[in-house]
């Protein structure tokens, strides 16, 4: 089992390892003691793993509950996440409970914001069953759900007890999910560092390295910004734009796809202006299109530019991009919507 401490608030582990699932009763009884536990999942993932869960956190004590919604983005919304404080509140979980969220990134993102508005804030576990969530959206605290004007405008800084990660859970994950991950931990190679990028190019991919690697990273970046006031900002490379694909998509664009174009665009935009080389913007391409994920989009610029315009990165009529170097390096560039625009233009 591979840990990686997040020092953070009163701080917390990730645990990393196959056959974890079972053992986690085990390892919630570390920081937790023996109450009632809340399983949130979708309705894919409870049927794939809610049982073995149930199983494990019986075994060590806890009295479990389930609460099961609709798979997929569609499901993260202001109807779900109070469905799910009324679930709780029904059944009468207290400050001293616990909530185990099972799943992806939306599973954890409600669940997490959930857990961070209910009572003014309870404990929760995340136990991540996509690559995604694995490397990214289950590490650093952030809790959300969407509006109608926009992803994740509805959203709290809340961390974890602990992080669960069974890298047996992404067995059952499709390619094209599979792949949605990749584009986060490749993310961490432009950005942070460039072995990141040898790591997610290989023939033969090591996925608890890389689950590894990304968590250190994150953690690192948190550690420094829990609040995205500074640094923490760089991990939005490829997001700006990505999110306006996914917005104008009306979210049948999944989000590691569509933070995959976001990186190509930006990267693309760069290579015209001169700020990198014409090799590395074709490296990042050529990684991106081995684990099958998209670079281009039909939607325009003008498309895309008003779904940037509800992005709660702006601030009044500017707007920080994430602009990659050379490989492991980026820097943080505020403009004005106009040259946004004008770079988002550039890159399509």
Do not use: W
């Amino acid at each position: 089992m591979i840990t990686v401490d997040v020092n953070v608030g009163k701080g917390y582990n990730i645990y990393i390892g196959k056959g974890l699932l079972e053992s986690t009763g085990e390892l919630a009884l570390e920081v937790i003691k023996p109450c009632t536990a809340a399983i949130i999942s979708d309705d894919k993932v409870d049927a794939l793993y809610a049982d073995r869960l149930t199983v494990s956190l019986e075994g060590a004590g806890f009295k479990v509950i389930k609460y099961v919604f609709p798979n997929g983005e569609a499901s993260k919304n202001s109807a779900t996440f109070v469905s799910i404080l009324e679930f709780l509140a029904k059944n009468k979980l207290g400050r001293t409970d616990v909530i185990f969220a099972l799943g992806g990134g939306v599973v954890g993102d409600m669940a997490g914001f959930a857990a961070a508005c209910y009572l003014r804030g309870i404990r929760f576990v995340q136990i991540p069953t996509t690559l995604l969530a694995a490397v990214d959206s289950s590490v650093g605290g952030k809790t959300g759900i969407d509006l109608e004007a926009g992803k994740n405008l509805a959203d709290a800084f809340y961390q974890p007890e602990i992080v669960i990660c069974d890298p047996m859970l992404l067995d059952t994950l499709d390619k094209a999910v599979f792949a949605d991950g990749l584009a986060e931990a490749i993310k961490y190679g432009a950005i942070y560092d460039a072995h990141m990028l040898d790591l997610t190019s290989a023939d033969l991919l090591d996925v608890e390295a890389i689950i590894k690697r990304s968590a250190e990273i994150k953690a690192a970046v948190v550690e420094k910004d829990e609040k995205e006031s500074g640094i923490r900002q760089i991990l939005n490379f490829g997001h700006t734009f990505g999110h306006a694909v996914e917005k104008c998509s009306n979210y049948t664009i999944s989000h590691g796809s569509a933070v995959a174009i976001g990186m190509a665009i930006i990267s693309r935009a760069c290579e015209k202006l001169g700020r990198i080389e014409v090799s590395y913007r074709e490296r990042i391409e050529d990684i991106l299109k081995k684990n099958s994920l998209p670079t281009r989009t039909g939607f325009d610029a003008d498309a895309l530019f008003e779904a940037m315009l509800s992005d709660k990165k702006r601030r009044n009529d500017n707007i920080t991009l994430v602009l990659p170097k050379i490989p492991g390096e980026c820097e943080l560039l505020s403009l004005t919507l106009e040259k946004a625009k004008e770079l988002l233009e550039l890159g399509l």
